[in-house]
C-alpha cells in the first residue's frame, strides 16, 4: 500500500496540468512501418539529455491511447465516425495518477470520461457503435447473444457484433468513413475481443476504410505459452494460429494479422495505431475497469488464461460466485483432496452458472503468487481426482479452448505437465520469431 500525501497529490497535479498546457504545442510524427497499411503515430521524441533534464524522479505514467487525444482528434475531424468499444473505452481525467496508482476504479465515474462522450464533446460526428461480447456497456453473460439497439445515454444506435451477425456488413459501413477501436483486452486467444477485431479489420479491408486503433497495455503480456491453435479448430473462440498466451497488445495483434495475410483473399486493413506510452511488455498495468463481467480484478485476469480451460470441462471456474476464475471445483470431487467448498448461484454475468444450487469441493486460489506462465497442475490434478473422468470433458467445447484436440488427448493418457509443455515448444520458439516483427514496444 502507498500513501500519497495530499500536498504531494497538489504539487503533482499541478505539474501534471503544466504538462497537458505544453503538451498541446508538442509535434506529432507518423512512422510508417515496412508496409504502408499499418502508420504507428506517436509524439516526436524526446532527446535523451531533454529527458534526464524534465525528469523530477518521478515514475512515468502509462498514457493509454485513448489518452492521447491531441494525436488522433485531428484524424476524426469532419468524418463520420464509427466506434469498436465497450466499458473499458474510457480517457482517464488523471492517467499519471490513476490507473497507475490504482486509484480508478468503476465505482469512481468522476475519474474517467467515455470515449464516446468525450468525442461528442469535441465536435466529433459519431454515427454508430460496433458492441463486442458482453455489450457497449459490458453487462452480457458470457456467450449471451448481444441484440442491436441504441445507446441510452447517447441514443447512438449499437449494431452488435456478437448476435446473428460477428462482422460489421457493407451496409452497416456505408455512412462511416473511419473506424475507432479501443478495447481492453487481458492477453488471452480464447477472450474474443481479438476475435472482434480480426472481423472488424476484414469488413474494412473490404470496403477501404481505415481503423485507428487506440492501444492498451495487455495485462498478461510478460509471457507466451500454450498450445498453438490448429487451423481445423478454428472458431470465434479463437481464429489465428496462435499460443493461448500470445503477448501481444490490440495494436501488436492488428500490425501481425495484417503482415501474416490472416485477413484472406490478399487483403489489407488500413491502420493506424496510437501507441500506449512509457510501456513494455514487462510493465505490471493493474486495471481500473473489469474488462468483462467475470474478470473482476487483477487476480482473475492473471489466472484466466489457466483457469480457462475449465471452461470445456465439467469443473466450475467460479461463475456464480465473486471469485470468479480465482477459485474452481465440482462436486464430482472428493472432499478428502480439496480443503474449499462453495455453491454457484445466478449473479451478474452469470445466469446459468455451472452446477448452479450444488456444493463444489474445489481449490481456492486467490493467494497464488503471480503467473509467468500456464499452470497446468490445476487442470492435470482436477482430471486425476473426479469421480466421474467419463464426463469430465466436453469434447468439443475443450477442443476449441485449447485450440487442438492433442491437449485433452495427452491428458487422458496420463502426461505430466512437464511432458506437455515439452510438445508445445517448437511451435511456440516459431511464433515468438513471427511476433519479434510486429512488437511496438519492448520486452
Known amino acids: 500500500m502507498v500513501f500519497i500525501r495530499s500536498a504531494f497529490k497538489n504539487t503533482f497535479l499541478f505539474f501534471f496540468m503544466m504538462l497537458i498546457s505544453c503538451g498541446s504545442a508538442t509535434k506529432i510524427s507518423s512512422q510508417t512501418s515496412a508496409t504502408e497499411q499499418n502508420v504507428i503515430i506517436t509524439k516526436k521524441h524526446v532527446p535523451p539529455e531533454r529527458q534526464k533534464t524534465d525528469s523530477l524522479a518521478v515514475p512515468k505514467p502509462i498514457i493509454v491511447g485513448a489518452n492521447q487525444t491531441e494525436i488522433y482528434l485531428p484524424i476524426l475531424q469532419n468524418k463520420k465516425v464509427a466506434i469498436v468499444g465497450n466499458q473499458t473505452s474510457v480517457i482517464f481525467k488523471y492517467p499519471n495518477i490513476g490507473p497507475l496508482l490504482g486509484e480508478v476504479s468503476s465505482s469512481n465515474l468522476e475519474q474517467y470520461i467515455h470515449l464516446v462522450d468525450s468525442l461528442i464533446s469535441n465536435g466529433i460526428t459519431i454515427q454508430k457503435v460496433f458492441a463486442p461480447e458482453h455489450g ?110 500470445h503477448g501481444m497488445t490490440i495494436g501488436e495483434y492488428a ?126 490434478d482436477a482430471y486425476t481426482n473426479s469421480k466421474n473422468k467419463e464426463r469430465f470433458f466436453n469434447t468439443k467445447s475443450f477442443t476449441i479452448h485449447a485450440g487442438t484436440k492433442k491437449l485433452q488427448q495427452q491428458i487422458q493418457q496420463g502426461y505430466t505437465a512437464r511432458e506437455i509443455r515439452k510438445t508445445w515448444l517448437k511451435d511456440l520458439d516459431k511464433f515468438k520469431l513471427i511476433r519479434a516483427q510486429y512488437l511496438l514496444y519492448p520486452e
Not at 490472416?262 to 511488455?281: D, F, R
Not at 470468479?324 to 455453491?343: K, R
Not at 454475468?349 to 506462465?373: F, I, M, Q, S, W
Open 136 to 245: 457497449f456497456r459490458g453487462k452480457a453473460d458470457a456467450g449471451e447473444l448481444v441484440s442491436n439497439g441504441k445507446d441510452i445515454k447517447t441514443g447512438l444506435p449499437i449494431i452488435s457484433l456478437y448476435g446473428i451477425n460477428k462482422k460489421p456488413s457493407a451496409e452497416n459501413l456505408s455512412d462511416v468513413d473511419i473506424v475507432v477501436f479501443d478495447i481492453q483486452d487481458v492477453g488471452a486467444r480464447f477472450y474474443t475481443y481479438i476475435s472482434t477485431l480480426h472481423y472488424v479489420m476484414q469488413a474494412c479491408a473490404e470496403n477501404d476504410i481505415p481503423v485507428l486503433i487506440l492501444d492498451r497495455p495487455n495485462p498478461n503480456a510478460h509471457y507466451i505459452d500454450g498450445p498453438i491453435l490448429e487451423s481445423a479448430h478454428a472458431s470465434f473462440v479463437g481464429v489465428h494460429p496462435i499460443p493461448l498466451v
Open 255 to 380: 500490425k501481425m494479422v495484417n503482415g501474416e495475410g490472416w485477413l484472406g483473399n490478399s487483403l489489407k486493413c488500413k491502420i493506424q495505431i496510437i501507441p500506449v506510452q512509457n510501456y513494455t511488455h514487462q510493465t505490471f498495468y493493474s486495471l481500473p475497469i473489469r474488462p468483462s463481467p467475470n474478470l473482476p480484478n487483477d487476480k482473475s485476469i492473471n489466472l484466466y488464461p489457466s483457469l480457462g480451460f475449465f471452461e470445456g470441462t465439467t469443473i466450475n471456474a467460479g461463475r456464480g460466485t465473486e471469485m470468479q476464475f480465482q477459485i474452481f471445483g465440482s462436486p464430482d470431487f472428493p472432499l478428502e483432496y480439496y480443503d474449499f467448498a462453495y455453491t454457484p448461484q445466478p449473479n451478474f454475468g452469470a445466469k446459468y452458472p455451472k452446477h448452479k444450487g450444488e456444493v463444489c469441493y474445489g481449490k481456492d486460489l486467490r493467494k497464488t503468487k503471480h503467473l509467468n506462465r500456464i499452470n497446468l497442475q490445476w487442470l492435470l
